[in-house]
């Protein structure tokens, strides 16, 4: 069944959620033919279950790419099932005979895409993947002996070497012309949380177009100073690009190449550009290593820290994630966190390696907080991050750097602004004893209405001991010291 004679072609939007520098789209385009688009909710198939946040994120955000498409004469078709029961329903009903789709990389998603893909050809389908999320394939950037790079400087260097910047694709103006089929409706997924609705605080702008307007801003604002102020918790020094990043919403490329005509046309210094493609390219490196190693997210990359004895201890964990730890940049992270799906990337260094160093608990508990309250929530950029904070990572930071609470809320955040704003507690303490409350003296806390372990948690830890314990643990497990080999 088909509006003109034309077979259709499916276009099986993934997260690329957009319509602009979308390699499937344009080549769907090109081939002439009428395009369904569709959106599938598959949440039986092998591939982690999204978390809270992220389901709240993609429901905004295919509103916008439905509205985008229907602006432009088409309909986004919506189901939920299985990827393939659902696409071969959809070839029945609409005499397609392509499939097109930008791949997502991560493993479980790698393999069970091929056994769609698989299948569908295997009766005839044309089925064929892109890639539209990152700056280069995985696979395609190897070290010299072909394997893949497992530290990030080389790593960067050879993709920055090969590096170059797809000629931009536009939108289409027309996505008339599809047969029509029967969609869901997205209020039926219920993606959207009610009872209670914790989204309040959440940003306002997930789709295309808000993404394209949050580079804008960026472009014409935060990357002047990006280098320093990316540091900068209680400053707008960063993108905020990071779930449009993960959903797709904007292409790598497209930032990457901003970055740098700013810098050719003398907005920016060139060296604001590199620091900003150079975040690109570790975003890139860690999914290009959990692409290599699929036990990433599960396993420590450096197996001896898996023998690491955990502390077992639930009401440490929960004092962790509602920010009640009493050491005020981990508490305003974590409410941050709860309060907006985002956190500073500076926070979560120190949030997560507070609760593996500090409390001594698996990081893999983090993680998975991480993963259910981050609208960015990525099993790449997240099991990369804490392995890479725990040190049990490919590139990490060494173990025995315990980053201290206080020494890095006095140095990124001197003013207290950022804790004042998430732990309004501590609103009326100075700012030279916001960020250690407890040695404050009595009068001071008074006259700021603060009383320890009633208005705001005494630290749960001694900075010091538990110092003294992580390090004693990391003895444990490891008696030689010797370093890795590098590539
Ligand atoms: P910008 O500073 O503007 O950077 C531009 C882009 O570069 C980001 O949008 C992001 O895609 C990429 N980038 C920046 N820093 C990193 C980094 N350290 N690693 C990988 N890519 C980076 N990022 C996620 O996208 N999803 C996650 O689930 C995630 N979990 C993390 C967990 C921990 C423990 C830590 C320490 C970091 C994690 N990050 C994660 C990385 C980083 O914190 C966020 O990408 C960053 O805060 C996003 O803010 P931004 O878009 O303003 O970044």
Redesign the pocket.
Known sequence: MTTNGEAPVILWFRRDLRLADNPALSHAQASGRPIVPIYILDEGSAVRPMGGASRWWLDKSLRALSASIAGRGGRLILRRGDSEAVLRHLIEQTGATCVLMNRLFEPDAWASDADVAHALQAEGVEVKGFNGALLARPGSVLNGSGGPYKVFTPFMKALRAQAEAPPPLPAPDDLSGAPGVGSDDLDDWGLHPTRPDWSRGFPDEPGEAGAVATLAR?LSG?LTT?AVD?DRPDRP??????????FGEIS?WR?WTAAYDAASSGKVPAAQADK?TS??I??D??AHLLHHFPTLPDKAFRPEYDAMDWRNDDAGFEAWTRGRTGYPIVDAGMRELWTTG????RV??I??SFLIKHLLIDWRR??AW??DT?V???????S???Q??AGSGADASPWFRIFNPITQGQKFDPDGRYVKRWVPELAKVPASLVHAPWTAPHEVLRDAGVSLGKTYPRPLVDHAEARARALAALKAIRSDGEAYPDD
């Open positions: 960026f935060g990006y990316r020094g960063t993108s905020r690009l990071s779930p449009a990043l993960h790598p930032i900003l975040e690109l570790w975003r490196f860690s985002i956190m500073h990337n979560r260094m949030v997560a983090g993680e991480f993963w981050l960015d929530a990525d099993l790449a950029q997240n990369q991050n804490w890479w904070v």
